[in-house]
T-cell receptor, first 117, second 114 residues
Framework: GAVVSQHPSRVICKSGTSVKIECRSL??????MFWYRQFPKKSLMLMAT?????????EQGVEKDKFLINHASLTLSTLTVTSAHPEDSSFYIC?????????????FGPGTRLTVL | GNSVTQMEGPVTLSEEAFLTINCTYT??????LFWYVQYPGEGLQLLLK?????DKGSNKGFEATYRKETTSFHLEKGSVQVSDSAVYFC?????????????FGPGTRLSVLP
């Protein structure tokens, strides 16, 4: 199946710093990528939908100025957590959609665990 | 709007027991249905999918049949192993007023004891 990578897999940073997470589709082109946040023992929370070449669409309650998303190419989307604080500590997962129709499938990256001290 | 409901668990079984995780959905149009699995500390992996009514998705001994009449996509495995311990998410992909919409259930945590 299609492969999606994420980098880094784990990051620890100081409060106030910014952290960039990369999401790449390795063997297919993805016009749409998604960013999710997952709290311990909870389901996925969709943060934003990232479309190549256009601005991301954020879900209600997600601060767009805090979580900057860039989808510069058909295989790369980045999420930057700006001025991170301890409450931003979480597991961030990206996914990429393969296909455009009703049979499309999302393939997920392995996730990035962010810890803000 | 589109939605997915699944048993939240946790589900605890002994090795070699039969597994069923129920999943029902509400959607406009004709959705595609998916099961994803998340092992501890990892991201989600596609387990199986079905794109039309009466299709059966299968992988690694897991099966699920797309039942349009009952709007269900229950996950089953005849004999679970300790290595199947994970969280299982049911999901659907269907068009909505804003385009294609991917919706996840809350996840079901499965623990298999030796």
């Amino acid at each position: 199946g299609a492969v999606v990578s994420q980098h880094p897999s784990r990051v620890i940073c100081k409060s106030g710093t910014s952290v960039k997470i990369e999401c790449r589709s390795l063997d297919f082109q993805a016009t749409t990528m998604f960013w999710y946040r997952q709290f311990p023992k909870k389901s996925l929370m969709l943060m934003a939908t990232s479309n190549e070449g256009s601005k991301a669409t954020y879900e209600q309650g997600v601060e767009k100025d805090k979580f900057l998303i860039n989808h510069a190419s058909l295989t790369l989307s980045t999420l930057t957590v700006t001025s991170a604080h301890p409450e931003d500590s979480s597991f961030y997962i990206c996914s990429a959609r393969e296909g455009e129709g009703v049979t499309d499938t999302q393939y997920f990256g392995p996730g990035t665990r962010l810890t803000v001290l | 709007g589109n939605s997915v409901t699944q048993m939240e668990g946790p589900v605890t079984l002994s090795e070699e027991a039969f597994l069923t995780i129920n999943c029902t959905y509400t959607a406009t149009g004709y959705p595609s249905l998916f099961w994803y699995v998340q092992y501890p500390g990892e991201g989600l992996q596609l387990l199986l999918k079905a794109t039309k009514a009466d299709d059966k998705g299968s992988n690694k001994g897991f099966e699920a049949t797309y039942r349009k009449e009952t709007t269900s996509f229950h996950l089953e495995k005849g004999s679970v192993q300790v290595s199947d311990s994970a969280v299982y998410f049911c999901a659907l992909s269907a068009p909505d007023n804003y385009g294609q919409n991917f919706v996840f259930g809350p996840g079901t945590r499965l623990s298999v004891l030796p």
